[in-house]
């Protein structure tokens, strides 16, 4: 027994190690549960089989003057290799057993019920786009992280992380955390924790850092119990997690939250069933369920989660080898190209954000699975935090095809177009989006017709993209408006012009004889 000490003792590390530093939950759901407990269970049973003191050999002769000695197979260690061998089988077994082929009715229901609306009902029509939320995650960091480099006590031992989109007192926000820059920063500054937060403000393109009281302890930079995964691992040792992401409540208290999920079908397809709130700075976390959940949090369920999700439903609602083969009335979300980084070029689903008075909606068109002219066929909205799906009928240009048309209206310049907001202009569908040079810095706006994708305007601010795209479609209204103005202009003497730019464009303001003034923006 003595010889066993030491590899058990091996074995025991290994078992510690591996979930410390992997994060297996300990729950029977799981794929990796089982691979840990066949690789372990394997091994315990050959450590034990393990012939000890009084152990026989058997000496066999192979050539004069060379032995060789080896101990008998022991029926522990025979069950250990057993165990192993059958077990992967059986795993395999199970996993392909709970894949849609089986179940492609339970995949495609996940996502819950769709609504189907018109999008005069989705998207109520906009007077004014000065408060839509243009800037894009990729570019919010670029403003966050020049916002960093500004402060001498942060720039050299800091870094902005993730940021997500909120509501936060009623005005549209990305926030992200200043997380640790490596593994010397994060012990320089353990005792201390991060500064605090970044806000960026996703319609003027500014960035605030805010430091909190106490410094954040909690973050994915962070290592050995301070990791936030790590940390929640060791509350909830159970639990199957989604995503984590960072977020500010009302008062701008920062806070972790993680979704919970099951499997719909034993070891595959999760679904969210709530949430973990973690207090960023304590750590101290509190489980809520999906109808329990604080309305200040404004995503449950993220992009990717929906997407994914969507997609099923889309590919999946006719049956499994209807996806496969015929695709009749197959959809799935837009696909978008996209530069990982390496400079590759790669396809993924693409999602945009679309904000209303306290909520968080995720947006992304919808595509027929068997056609290839970048078209959508449709738009799907789901609530970040209810989940409510809604889907409209809505034919036109996909994103990726108003992020082209928008690149060439202004190739000379190589500005790239984020991905789109979609909005109401006088009943018809239009993306608007900011143009970035190569430093993530916004230079322009354009606005794209979702019908006819030929029709795209350009400005300098968002108004005077706005206005110009109105009278390029011929809107009513603007037409009434410039009627009017004409009148003025032919009734009254003009006794001053003068040209000027503010933040809605450039203008011609005219000072009439009797005093009145008018200010009109340039639309070419």
């Known amino acids: 027994m003595k010889r066993k000490i030491v590899p058990l003792i091996i074995w025991a590390i290994l078992l510690f190690l591996t979930n410390y530093l992997l994060l297996i939950p300990w729950n029977p759901t799981a794929v990796s549960f089982w691979i840990m407990v066949l690789v372990f ?17 058997v000496i066999i002769r192979e050539r004069p003057g060379k032995i060789s000695v080896s101990a008998p197979v022991t029926k522990l260690q025979k069950a250990g290799l057993t165990l192993f061998t059958v077990g992967a089988v059986v795993l395999l077994l199970a996993i392909a057993f709970c894949s849609p082929l089986f179940h492609a009715g339970n995949y495609a229901s996940t996502l819950g019920e769709i609504q189907t609306t018109t999008f005069e009902e989705a998207r109520p029509e906009a007077d004014s786009v000065s408060n839509i939320a243009l800037i894009d995650t990729p570019t919010a960091s ?3 992280s020049r916002e960093l480099g500004t402060l001498e006590d942060v720039v050299s031992q800091f870094v902005d992380g993730d940021y997500t989109q909120i509501t936060y007192k009623g005005r549209v926000k ?22 605090g937060y970044l806000i960026v403000d996703p319609i003027s393109g500014t960035a605030e850092l805010v430091r909190t009281e106490s410094g954040i302890c909690y973050t994915p930079g962070a290592y050995l119990s301070r990791d936030i995964r790590r940390h929640l691992r060791m509350q909830y040792p159970t639990l ?18 993680t979704q919970v999920r ?14 973990i709130l973690t207090n960023a700075i304590t750590g101290e976390s509190q489980r809520y369920a999906l109808s329990e959940v604080p309305e200040w949090v404004d995503t449950v369920f993220d992009g990717d989660y929906v997407c994914e999700k969507y997609d099923y439903y889309g590919m999946l609602s006719g049956g499994f080898w209807n996806s496969v083969f015929g695709k009749r009335g197959c959809r799935n979300s837009t696909k978008c190209e996209m530069k990982d980084e390496d400079g590759d070029t790669y396809s993924a689903s693409d999602f945009g954000y679309l904000a209303d008075d306290k909520d968080i909606w995720i947006y992304t068109g919808v595509t027929s699975a068997t056609s290839e002219d970048h078209s959508d066929i449709g738009m799907l909205m789901v609530n970040g935090r209810t989940g409510e799906a809604k889907y409209m009928t809505l034919a036109g240009a996909d994103e990726s095809s108003a992020m082209a048309a928008a690149n060439g209206e202004l190739q000379q310049y190589g500005y ?3 991905f789109p907001s979609i909005i109401n202009v006088d009943g018809s569908p239009a993306y ?5 040079d190569d430093n993530r810095i916004v230079k322009n706006y354009a606005m794209v017709n979702m019908q006819k994708y030929s029709q795209v305007v350009t400005g300098d601010t968002q108004n005077e993209v706005f206005r110009k795209y109105r009278r390029l479609v011929g809107s009513g209204k603007d037409a009434a408006a410039d009627q009017q103005q004409e009148t003025v202009i032919s009734d009254e003497r003009i006794l001053s012009a003068v040209y000027g730019t503010d933040e809605d464009g450039h203008y011609l303001e005219l000072t009439f004889e009797n005093g009145n003034s008018m200010k009109y923006y340039m639309t070419d």
């Open 262 to 275: 099951r499997n719909r079908v034993f070891l595959s397809n999760p679904e969210n069933i709530g949430v």
């Open 416 to 418: 790239v177009a984020s």
């Open 41 to 57: 269970g394997s091994l315990l049973l050959l450590i034990l089989g393990t012939p000890g003191d009084g152990g026989k050999s």
């Open 174 to 195: 990305k926030t992200a955390v200043v997380d640790y820059d490596g593994l010397f920063k994060y012990f320089n500054n353990r005792d201390t924790g991060t500064p």
């Open 142 to 144: 670029r403003i966050g």
């Open 240 to 257: 199957l997690f989604g995503s984590t992401w960072f977020e500010i409540d009302e008062e701008g208290n920062p806070y972790w939250i």
């Open 432 to 436: 608007i989006m900011v143009m970035t």
